[in-house]
Nanobody
Framework: QVQLVESGGGLVQPGGSLRLSCVAS????????LKWYRQAPGQGRELVAV????????NYADSVKGRFTISRDNAKNMVYLQMDSLKPEDTAVYYCCATYMSLNAYWGQGTQVTVSS
């Protein structure tokens, strides 16, 4: 019943932009903190961006700060990750995740982002 489905990944050139989307269903979306993670080949899963459920406060990994923007639309049950000035090291599978305190954590299936010339 609970689903998170990412989309928007693809192949882009360095310096390019990409907007990832994640649509959720099956839970009270507006009550959840939303996060984007990424995992590069042979690497652990890295927390990229966070947006809270209360005041839409955001936090970013140092590696993406100033380049990525997380946002949410509670009316549409969607969370977005706008990625600008992309670098090859941004290449990874990107996952959206919804959490409610320490009780629940829901994950999407991931979408591939490849930054290459």
């Amino acid at each position: 019943q609970v689903q998170l489905v990412e989309s928007g990944g693809g192949l882009v050139q360095p310096g390019g932009s990409l907007r990832l989307s994640c649509v959720a269903s099956g839970f009270t979306f507006s009550s959840y903190t939303l996060k984007w993670y990424r995992q590069a080949p042979g690497q652990g899963r890295e927390l990229v961006a966070v947006i809270t459920s209360v005041r839409d406060s955001t936090n970013y990994a140092d590696s993406v700060k100033g380049r990525f923007t997380i946002s949410r639309d509670n009316a549409k049950n969607m969370v977005y990750l706008q990625m600008d000035s992309l670098k090859p090291e941004d290449t990874a599978v990107y996952y959206c995740c919804a959490t409610y305190m320490s009780l629940n954590a829901y994950w999407g299936q991931g979408t591939q982002v490849t930054v290459s010339s």
